[in-house]
T-cell receptor, first 113, second 109 residues
């Protein structure tokens, strides 16, 4: 059972470049989430999707976009990366968009220079 | 906005007990999670409280007081592998998780 996979594991990116972080889950969970984790700030929600075909904005959505074409995949795109987007990005999923336990992927460490 | 406070760091000795406190002020309340996160790894689920009281799960227990906006995670019989960050997260009215900054626990021999 893979759970949630993320790719790439890490990436160094020039400012202004476009980048898509990939996230796939095999648990048939309805809800998926993207967080960023920065030292001293904890995990902050970027975007979420309660079910395939729908997405919503979290606490820090600016500069990021998502899509949810099917149940399993939830890619996060940085249209034009900036250094402040240097962070560790975690994808998570839960059975529903309610108070269900969220399960996290291994993370992507992104550095924007 | 959401305000979730927990201590930044705690140190304890192997075999001892440590209590990690979390206080919160959020837009509504639909439960509180504790996650464990080892350095360089993903957060993993430890506990969920939605009603007042103590939930015990092996060496780990979690307590909630909704009227006080307060929770704690109790780690007993500490082991070296318990060295990690512990994240408090509150489910608010919109059913989204708001996380505290995390408490890094260091267990010393």
């Amino acid at each position: 059972i893979a759970g949630i996979t993320q790719a790439p594991t890490s990436q160094i990116l020039a400012a202004g470049r476009r980048m898509t972080l990939r996230c796939t889950q095999d648990m048939r969970h309805n809800a998926m989430y993207w967080y960023r984790q920065d030292l001293g700030l904890g995990l902050r929600l970027i975007h979420y999707s309660n079910t395939a075909g729908t997405t919503g904005k979290g606490e820090v959505p600016d500069g990021y976009s998502v899509s949810r074409a099917n149940t399993d995949d939830f890619p996060l795109t940085l249209a034009s990366a900036v250094p402040s987007q240097t962070s560790v990005y975690f994808c998570a999923s839960s059975d529903s968009g309610g108070a269900d336990t969220q399960y996290f992927g291994p993370g992507t460490r992104l550095t924007v220079l | 906005g959401q305000n979730i406070d927990q201590p930044t760091e705690m140190t304890a000795t192997e075999g001892a007990i440590v209590q990690i406190n979390c206080t919160y002020q959020t837009s509504g309340f639909n439960g509180l999670f504790w996650y464990q996160q080892h350095a360089g790894e993903a957060p993993t689920f430890l506990s969920y409280n939605v009603l007042d009281g103590l939930e015990e799960k092996g060496r780990f227990s979690s307590f909630l007081s909704r009227s006080k906006g307060y929770s704690y995670l109790l780690l007993k019989e500490l082991q070296m592998k318990d060295s990690a960050s512990y994240l408090c997260a509150v489910v608010s009215n919109d059913y989204k998780l708001s996380f505290g900054a995390g408490t890094t626990v260091t267990v010393r021999a």
